[in-house]
């Protein structure tokens, strides 16, 4: 079955620096693109970044545009995402999900349309 496990969440002092791991199983991972969400206490839950398995193109949020970095390695079917230069409001649970498509469409932050999600990490970031 379809399997998408995060890890590397954690404490992390503002400016510092995480990455986050998604090691999906149990489906052709070259026919789903990938997404990162956050969900802070209290808000909804929104679109990180995402990554095409057709091209490897890549979306982002503007919160996180030259901050975050998302990248794919297919031989240990994991997709990264990189996380510098940290702030406070990055504090969230973190989601890795797959998408419905092959790419990241101009709605690739609509948690609706990812119907497979992982459990989550906690990422903190406070001093």
């Known amino acids: 079955q379809v399997q998408l496990v995060e890890s590397g969440g954690g404490l992390v002092q503002p400016g510092g620096s995480l990455r986050l791991s998604c090691a999906a199983s149990?489906?052709?991972?070259?026919?789903?693109?990938i997404g990162w969400f956050r969900q802070a206490p209290g808000k909804e839950r929104e679109g990180v970044s995402c990554i095409s398995s057709s091209d490897g193109s890549t979306r982002y949020a503007d919160s996180v545009k030259g901050r975050f970095t998302i990248s794919r390695d297919n031989a240990k079917n994991t997709v990264y995402l990189q996380m510098d230069s940290l702030k406070p409001e990055d504090t969230a649970v973190y989601y890795c999900a797959r998408g419905s498509i092959n790419r990241c469409g101009s709605s690739w932050d609509f948690p609706e349309l990812f119907g497979f999600w992982g459990q989550g990490t906690q990422v903190t970031v406070s001093s």
């Open positions: 149990g489906f052709m991972r070259n026919y789903y693109s």
